[in-house]
Each structure stands twice: as C-alpha cells, then as structure tokens.
C-alpha cells in the first residue's frame, strides 16, 4: 500500500485542520437541526450531543490506530482494503453515500435561512422552488434552487484547489464563530431555567405521536456531524 501512495504536497497546517474541524461541526448541527431535535429530546438534547460526541472520540481512537498501520489517504476505503477490494468497493460508496446525504441535510437547511432572509428584504423565492416535490404537506413545490446552486457553488470553489478551498473555509469559519459569539452574548440573559424541566421529557427513547423521541432519537445525527470532522482529519 504504502509503495502506491501518491506523493501529494502536505497543504493544510494544524490552524488550517483546526478550523476544518470548527467548520464541519458548527453548522447543520448548531443552525439547523437543534431547533428540531428539541422538539423530540428536550432540554435533553445537551445529552445527545454529549453521548455522540462520546462515541464519536472512541472511533477517532480506532481511525488513529489504522492511520498508523496505514499512514496513506483513502480513510476507510484504504483500510478496507486488508478484507478484500470487494469489502473496499462496498466501503467506498458507503462513504459516497453518507457524505451525499451530508451535504444534502446541510444545503437545504442553507435553502431554507437564505428563502427566510430574502423574506425579510421583500425579495420572495416562489414557494414551488424552496424545496423538493413533496417534502412539505399541503404545499406544491417542485425543486429546492437555493439548495441546487448552493452545492454548484460549493463544488465550483473545492475544484478550484486545496488552497483556494482553505481561505475560503477559514473566513467562513471566521464569520459563523462572530455570529455564535453575538448570538450568546446577545441572549444568555434571556434564559429561563424553568424550560429545563423536565430535563429529558420522552426519556432516553420512546415513540411519541408515532415520531422517535428521546435522547437516543437524535444521537445519531449528532455522530454524523462530529463523524464529518473525525474523518477529514484522518484524510488529511
């Protein structure tokens, strides 16, 4: 393996992986699926967080061990590769996969605060093309464009080389970390402890008006968002 390696130039230094890292987590997780995930946890949802991250720390160790044995690019597609190129093959689209269905999740919560900002400037997006055919109830729409051209551009700029990628990531970075900032700054005052109670509604898991519910209900998404970063660390 090691004497197949290509001889790519290391371009990312520790500040450059750091805020890869910062990137991949505050985001879809923070932005977009809290609000919905406290619908189904409760103030519980700190504790999902929690245990996924947990998880998500032992299979860092596990990705370290095999970047060890391994210290070539390819992640898991690499390693697999001691069970057979089928195993390797299998592994490879499912990594194709989870990162589609990643980037999908991520670009339509995009959608969704882009079509909400225009609103707010009297700039409407017909509703028929903020989302997918049949993803809203009683609502026709067709195709989400906003979503589309998100990921045209997102793709656009990553062809553009690691280098371009990586100051565009990091004054990204930059922005999202001010808005976190002001967004605490601006309503730690406002927080009402009497909405802590109780602190895990459904328990660790339940079904509830026939939608999982409980602390174990949204780990899952919380292991994917942290497994992102985990992954990009190790491919680089």
Known sequence: ML???????????????????????IGTGIFVLTGKGALVAGPGLALSFLLAAIC???AGLCYAKFASMAPISGSAYTYSFAFGEITAFII???????????????SIGWSGYLVNLLDNFGLHIPTALTAAAGTTPGVHTIFNLPAFLIIILITWILSMGINQTKRVNDIMVLIKLAVVILFIVCTVWFIKTANLHPFVPYGLYSVHDGTAAGIHSRCFNRFLLIHRFRGCIIKC
Request: with cysteine; charged share 15%.
């Open 3 to 25: 004497e197949q390696k290509t001889p790519l130039a290391r371009t990312l230094k520790t500040w450059d992986l750091t805020f890869l890292g910062i990137g991949a987590i």
């Open 56 to 58: 998500c720390g032992f």
């Open 92 to 106: 490879g689209w499912d990594l194709i996969l989870e990162y589609a269905l990643g980037a999908a999740t991520v």
